[in-house]
């Protein structure tokens, strides 16, 4: 292998975090966007300099992306390589939000990581602020269905499915189908079986057998370098097929 191909391998398994820090460090305060990246001309951007988008995505029509908390060299909101946002996702962020590669939305998918500050009702909570402590972090290759939620302090795993109108609050394991308000696992991938089973049918073994986050997104760069992206169903402008 080349130094230059030791380099990506390295850096494309670098957090999502990380890799959009240096790429915000690199761009100078401007809007960081990868290489064959599209942003429809309606999506909604508050705090450019605070935002990171990796190769290959595809963010779709009428989105808003919300850095409430900008800091000079800090990413406030990352969306990782060869990643789909689809129509009307909310991304709302306190310290952050962090999409891991192959990362899929559907339609109307929020992420919520502020809320406006409500300790002083005498106030008028358009003048109190926001709350800047949550993290969100979603792992590689997640998907979200229409209409879903994760809201808070929390972290998706990787490989994971997120229902539809699903409300997530709470951490979720890698490899899991998670359904319902609020969001619950209900199915894990079994590796070693080829499907998912009931979460009580998974094992000991079958939670060995789960590759970590950067074993798991090496196997997926190398298989899929860079996806095919479906930029007509980022908005009507796209065109019709």
């Given at each position: 292998m080349s130094f230059r191909s030791i380099a990506r391998f390295l850096y494309n398994n670098l957090p999502v975090r990380i890799r959009c820090l240096i790429m915000s460090i690199r761009a100078r305060e401007k809007v960081t966007i990868g290489r064959g990246s599209?942003?429809?001309?309606?999506?909604?951007?508050?705090?450019?300099?605070?935002?990171?988008?990796?190769?290959?995505?595809?963010?779709?029509?009428?989105?808003?992306?919300?850095?409430?908390?900008?800091?000079?060299?800090?990413?406030?909101?990352?969306?990782?390589?060869?990643?789909f946002i689809g129509k009307h996702n909310f991304f709302t962020s306190g310290k952050g939000i962090y999409l891991g590669d192959y990362t899929l939305t559907t339609i109307g998918c929020r992420f919520i990581g502020s809320s406006h500050i409500?300790?002083?009702?005498?106030?008028?909570?358009?003048?109190?602020?926001?709350?800047?402590?949550?993290?969100?972090?979603?792992?590689v290759n997640c998907f979200f269905g229409a209409g879903s939620t994760v809201l808070g302090n929390v972290s998706v795993g990787h490989g994971s499915v997120i229902g539809a109108d699903a409300m997530?609050?709470?951490?979720?394991?890698?490899?899991?189908?998670?359904?319902?308000?609020?969001?619950?696992?209900?199915?894990?991938?079994?590796?070693?079986?080829?499907?998912?089973?009931?979460?009580i049918e998974i094992t000991g073994?079958?939670?060995?057998?789960?590759?970590?986050?950067?074993?798991?997104?090496?196997?997926?760069?190398?298989?899929y370098p860079r996806i095919s992206m479906p930029w007509i169903a980022a908005g009507k402008s796209m065109g019709d097929l």
């Open positions: 599209f942003i429809h001309p309606t999506v909604h951007l508050l705090g450019r300099n605070s935002i990171c988008v990796g190769d290959n995505v595809c963010i779709s029509a009428d989105c808003w992306l919300n850095v409430n908390h900008r800091i000079a060299n800090a990413v406030g909101i990352g969306i990782g390589n060869n990643c409500f300790d002083d009702p005498e106030v008028p909570y358009l003048l109190t602020g926001t709350t800047n402590t949550n993290v969100i972090k979603v792992g997530v609050t709470q951490d979720i394991p890698p490899f899991s189908l998670v359904v319902g308000n609020p969001a619950k696992v209900v199915k894990r991938y079994s590796f070693s079986r080829k499907t998912w089973l009931p979460v073994q079958d939670e060995k057998d789960m590759p970590d986050e950067a074993r798991y997104l090496a196997s997926l760069v190398k298989s």
